[in-house]
């Protein structure tokens, strides 16, 4: 603990005012989650991020929510953009297709933008101050998310890299949940649900996705009975993700 002078001589624990701070980024960020502004409220959790003390669980779900929800209307811009110019290009209208192809590269790069603030934040605070388990399984699970989303619209070596960069968050955090975190746990779930699909999308490695899914599934299923209720339908829904991918992907490879 340590005293600053704050307006004449009055002595203020230091403590206190990283207090206020860390309070009024999570307000704020609470605004701007109501209002949908959400760029805003992960610049209001990259604030509270940088405070430095360890985020709370409800603060690493807002976190995640924050980055996750100013990807998603971008990310759905990008699907648009290419259906445009694939149906403009196919009607012989170059010209719009191009316009159509030009907005996916502006979008794109607000995207890379905001993968590349998310990593940052993850690589150099909150994964090496993460204490083992819930939370530091947590942060490589998104750590491998946001490279792949980023290695969804990245092309060449920059897909090459982002796509290792991923598949290396991704392992790191299957081995600090087998190490540190029950079968069941939400957070494992989910690690296994989103590696296994970016094995089948971003690697095209489809038997190892379905090893993947089909571990977590056989590894939970006989738990999920004496789970408490608030975490049962969590892992519940998880494992329907799973089945409905596995019944996608199994047909396919059996019939390739």
């Known amino acids: 603990l340590k005293?600053?002078?704050?307006?004449?001589?009055?002595?203020?624990?230091?403590?206190?005012?990283?207090k206020m701070d860390e309070d009024k980024s999570i307000l704020l960020a609470r605004v701007a989650e109501t209002a949908k502004r959400f760029d805003d409220m992960a610049d209001y959790m990259k604030m509270r991020v940088?405070?430095?003390?360890p985020l709370n669980p409800e603060e690493r779900e807002m976190f995640s929510a924050a980055f996750k929800n100013s990807l998603t209307i971008r990310r759905h811009a990008v699907r648009v953009a290419v259906s445009v110019a694939d149906q403009e290009r196919q009607a012989k209208n170059d010209d719009k297709a191009n316009l159509a192809t030009g907005y996916k590269s502006i979008v794109e790069n607000e995207l890379s933008g905001i993968c590349l603030k998310a990593?940052?934040?993850?690589?150099?605070?909150?994964v090496p101050t993460a204490t083992d388990g819930e939370a530091k399984t947590f942060y490589l699970k998104m750590?491998?998310?946001?490279?792949?989303?980023?290695a969804e619209f990245a092309v060449g070596d920059a897909r090459?890299?982002?796509?290792?960069?991923?598949?290396?968050?991704y392992?790191?955090?299957?081995?600090?949940?087998?190490?540190?975190l029950p079968i069941t746990h939400p957070v494992r779930m989910g690690l296994a649900l989103n590696f296994s699909v970016f094995q089948h999308e971003v690697l095209g490695e489809t038997q190892a996705a379905i090893a993947t899914a089909k571990k977590a599934l056989e590894?939970?299923?006989?738990?999920?009975?004496?789970?408490?209720?608030e975490s049962k339908q969590d892992v519940i829904l998880t494992c329907q993700l799973l089945d409905d991918n596995l019944s996608l992907w199994e047909p396919a490879e059996a019939a390739a």
Do not use: W
């Open 119 to 126: 990593l940052d934040l993850l690589k150099s605070k909150l």
């Open 160 to 169: 090459q890299r982002s796509a290792e960069d991923a598949k290396a968050a």
């Open 171 to 180: 392992e790191e955090g299957m081995v600090e949940a087998a190490a540190n």
């Open 50 to 53: 940088d405070n430095g003390a």
């Open 143 to 150: 750590t491998g998310d946001y490279y792949r989303y980023m």
């Open 3 to 18: 005293f600053e002078i704050a307006g004449g001589c009055q002595l203020v624990p230091h403590f206190e005012i990283s």
């Open 219 to 229: 590894d939970s299923r006989e738990f999920i009975p004496s789970l408490p209720e």
